[in-house]
């Protein structure tokens, strides 16, 4: 069974880069899509972006000058980094997998609580 | 983008029937899937491509559905089915979320 877990700092200050990670066990993410979603105070989504199994990219054009996601394939973790982050960011970021023959995102982590404050 | 619109909030005793709706602003084809969101929970997949049950998935749940209306089902209603549904699109570039609906069961 599929599992996945962020990790990063709970507390980013404003202009500075938020990092995390999503460490994912039971699946190599060499298949399939793993994408990052965040959910707003409020509860609006907003999807971000994906990385697909052989490393290329898809972004949200909304986040696309500042966002990047990246992947280790031998400690099978994708990483999330967002610039400049604003008090607009502050969120629970989501990872997941993203089944593309489904179009769904069908496996999820429990999420990682972060705020952006001076 | 996709705007997807949920009505906020809805209440319904066990045992009831529950039809939640989402409405796109453009065509979805039928690329249209339901997460529910219990509270402190992660989302999890109920029904994807408009209609089809996620395994493991308890068949009061069903949804319908292609272009631009969209419905998930309950029935009937359990005490457990207390969450926050949301739609979410992938026809369109970027994907797009609904809003949200929450149940409460009375």
């Known amino acids: 069974e599929v599992q996945l877990q962020e990790s990063g700092p709970g507390l980013v200050k404003p202009s500075q880069s938020l990092s995390l990670t999503c460490s994912v066990t039971?699946?190599?993410?060499?298949?399939?899509?793993w994408g990052w979603i965040r959910k707003f105070p409020g509860n609006k989504m907003e999807w971000m972006g994906y990385?697909?199994?052989?490393?290329?990219?898809s972004y949200n054009p909304s986040l696309k000058s500042r966002i990047s996601i990246t992947r280790d394939t031998s400690k099978n973790q994708f990483f999330l980094q967002l610039n400049s982050v604003t008090t607009e960011d502050t969120a629970t970021y989501y990872c997941?997998?993203?089944?593309?023959?489904?179009?769904?995102?069908?496996?999820w982590g429990q999420g990682a609580s972060v705020t952006v404050s001076s | 983008d996709t705007v997807l619109t949920q009505s906020p909030a809805l209440a319904v005793s066990p045992g009831e029937r529950v039809t939640i709706s989402c409405r796109a602003s453009?065509?979805?084809?039928?690329?249209m899937h339901w997460y529910q969101q219990k509270p402190g929970q992660q989302p999890t997949l109920l029904i994807y491509?408009?209609?089809n049950l996620e395994s493991g998935v308890p068949a009061r749940f069903s949804g319908s559905g292609s272009g631009t209306d969209f419905t998930l089902t309950i029935d009937p209603v359990e005490a457990d089915d207390t969450a926050t549904y949301y739609c979410?699109?992938?026809?369109?570039?970027?994907?797009?979320f609904g809003s949200g609906t929450k149940l409460e069961i009375k």
């Open positions: 997941a997998r993203y089944v593309r023959v489904r179009d769904v995102m069908d496996a």
């Open positions: 039971g699946y190599s993410i060499t298949s399939n899509y």
């Open positions: 990385i697909s199994y052989s490393g290329s990219t």
């Open positions: 453009e065509s979805v084809s039928t690329l």
């Open positions: 491509l408009a209609s």
């Open positions: 979410q699109q992938s026809w369109n570039d970027p994907f797009t």
